[in-house]
């Protein structure tokens, strides 16, 4: 299986972490930005986004990092990453539903702002979207800060996707100033995944 992917991108962090962490190797094919390689048309005809991660297994061409993540682990079902049980299954597919549509666009926003605009040379971050993406990490983090309480894991009582996912959308949490020490549940889980072989194999 080939994956094309940036390293410095979140959604590719989290389908690397997931291999890692099922000791899957994949293929890489780094795509340089600076140079455009993810918008031209051989990738384009792969990855009409132009964005990464894509990957190609044989004849099958998959995009959409969330999705890539369940492929992946579906291919090794014993690992526990995407349960067999339907509920467990259902509510690890609503958490990563979750953080696309609620939790990681805060944490893109932070980043743009924080960092991308200066890696970038695009001006100076403004203070009116940071205000905005903070107040929109408060109202999410608390949400999965209640979830977590108690719990170890996202879903259930062992690591899975859900985990994954989640935690690759903080990758930059502490360059951007997130503040993750309000969630004490979400900071302590989030030291566990940052912990796991495969954060650091996958970084
Ligand atoms: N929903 C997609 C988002 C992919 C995405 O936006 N990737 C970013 C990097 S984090 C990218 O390649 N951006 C380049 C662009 O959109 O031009 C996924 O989860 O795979």
């Not at 996912?165 to 995944?193: G, I």
Request: with cysteine; aromatic share 8%.
């Amino acid at each position: 299986m080939k994956l094309y992917h940036n390293p410095l991108s979140p959604n590719v962090r989290r389908v690397r972490l997931t291999a890692a962490v099922l000791g899957l190797e994949l293929e890489e094919k780094v795509l340089d930005f600076s140079k455009g390689e993810h918008k031209n048309p051989e990738y384009l005809a792969l990855n009409p986004n132009g964005a990464v991660p894509t990957l190609v297994d044989g004849d099958f061409v998959l995009t959409e990092s969330r999705s890539i993540m369940q492929y992946l682990a579906s291919k090794k079902p014993e690992s526990g990453l995407l349960p067999r049980d339907e509920a467990a299954r259902a509510d690890v597919a609503r958490w990563q539903f979750w953080d696309a549509a609620h939790f990681s666009p805060q944490l893109g926003n932070l980043a743009f702002e924080k960092m991308i605009k200066g890696m970038l040379g695009m001006g100076d971050p403004d203070p009116t979207k940071i205000q905005e993406a903070l107040a929109n990490f408060r109202r999410f983090g608390a949400v999965l800060d209640k979830r977590l309480t108690g719990r170890t894991y996202v879903v259930g009582d062992a690591l899975t996707i859900a985990d994954l996912t989640l935690a690759s959308s903080l990758m930059y949490a502490k360059q951007c100033e997130a503040p993750l020490a309000e969630f004490p549940a979400v900071d302590a889980w989030f030291s566990r995944m940052t912990a796991l072989e495969g954060w650091k194999k996958s970084a």
